[in-house]
């Protein structure tokens, strides 16, 4: 049962919140980003108006946000004296609160995103690991699963590059997502993911254990400057591969990006390999290959100026035993991640893309963390 405490803790948590957001301040930022939205010339610049009409969205998201959490709070705070009046019962005061609890986590969690680059679409990118079939199987899963995540919170994807298993699967794919806060919340999935399962591809049915890395950076736009030598840059191209019969391309519309980078700390020379094969146009192929090698230079950046960016870097481990993030066990319906110790027996929701408690968790414990380190 719901205790009185509890729901004073709820508007003690949704004051501050108010505080924190600076709600006030941001109701008068948006009348007076709105008003800009009403100059007579404002859709002759049509990406700058799309720029504006994202700021405008993304103030009022805040503040409804707010709004919502606090109608929740006050709800819950009636139901309790409905509740003593016998006018409701224990459940329905439960239901109330569990709601208003929600709310108030799913903007807290937000608030927590206080990094620049937070805010920004990101680059996914998923490789399967030693063992063949079985970790191009489970590399393909990956995919799905954070399709599925991408979907559910309404996020608009787009697979830059795919190539299939030899048998089943897929050996890499590269997914853009786009929507709010996309790296922010989706940062906490570099590294490897580690799969025990009984195979289907053995024929002894053995219980096997695959690997596959994921990679996130930021999604960097037209506003972000990042230098890129001309030099040091060199394509190849390739047939991309289709479905078989007619949709197979004829011509050679994939691209292949190298670019040699140099370590400004170490001198260390290092290639960045870029595949893109999202369109059936060679230049299209090429300035979306362009576009991922500056998200990869300003990731790069990144970690250089902020140590708490080390995190991401034990991502880049050898794909083997001892340096997987997550562990997904089938047949004990368990999945835990080894940086937090959050766990699940909720397999197949994971694997539909339930993924809000392993970012939660990760947030909680890692985004304070950076928060301090920024001050």
């Not at 040699?260 to 260390?268: A, L, R």
């Not at 794909?319 to 197949?348: A, L």
């Amino acid at each position: 049962m719901t205790t009185t405490d509890q729901i004073k803790d709820l508007r003690t948590r949704c004051d501050a919140l108010r505080r924190y957001l600076n709600i006030d301040a941001r109701r008068i930022e948006l009348e007076e980003e709105q008003l800009r939205t009403q100059a007579p010339d404002f859709w002759e610049d049509a990406k700058r108006a799309e720029e504006q009409m994202k700021k405008v969205k993304g103030i009022e998201k805040w503040i409804k946000g707010y709004e919502e959490a606090d109608a929740l709070t006050a709800e819950a705070e009636l139901s309790m004296e409905f509740y003593h009046d016998e006018m409701l019962t224990e459940e329905e005061v439960d239901k109330t609160y569990a709601k208003a609890v929600e709310a108030l986590e799913t903007l807290e969690l937000r608030n927590m995103l206080r990094q620049e680059e937070d805010a920004m679409d990101c680059v996914l990118k998923i490789n399967s690991g030693a063992g063949g079939t079985e970790s191009q199987d489970w590399a393909q899963m990956l995919m799905r699963m954070y399709l599925r995540y991408a979907e559910a919170h309404g996020y608009r994807t787009r697979i830059a590059n795919l190539q299939d298993g030899d048998e089943a699967g897929i050996k890499t794919c590269t997914i853009e997502i786009e929507g709010d806060s996309a790296y922010g919340y989706l940062k906490s999935e570099n590294g490897v993911h580690r799969l025990v399962r009984v195979s289907p591809y053995n024929a002894q049915g053995k219980r096997m254990t695959s690997f596959a890395s994921v990679f996130v950076t930021p999604l960097v736009d037209d506003k972000i400057e990042v230098y890129v030598d001309p030099s040091k840059i060199s394509w190849d191209t390739f047939r991309s591969s289709g479905a078989g019969g007619q949709n197979v391309n004829k011509v050679e519309t994939g691209v292949r990006l190298r670019y040699q980078y140099t370590d400004p700390d170490t001198g260390e020379t290092e290639e960045i390999l870029i595949e893109n094969t999202e369109s059936r146009k060679q230049l299209e192929n090429r300035e979306n290959a362009m576009r991922l090698l500056r998200s990869q230079l300003y990731d790069r950046a990144l970690k250089k100026k902020q140590e708490a960016q080390a995190k991401i870097e034990a991502g880049k481990k050898k794909i083997e035993w001892g340096s997987q993030i997550r562990s997904y066990v089938f047949d004990d319906r368990r999945v835990k991640d080894h940086r937090t110790g959050y766990q699940t027996s909720d397999v197949g929701g994971v694997m539909d893309g339930k993924l809000d408690g392993f970012i939660k968790a990760y947030l909680m414990e890692f985004a304070e963390t950076d928060t301090e380190k920024e001050g």
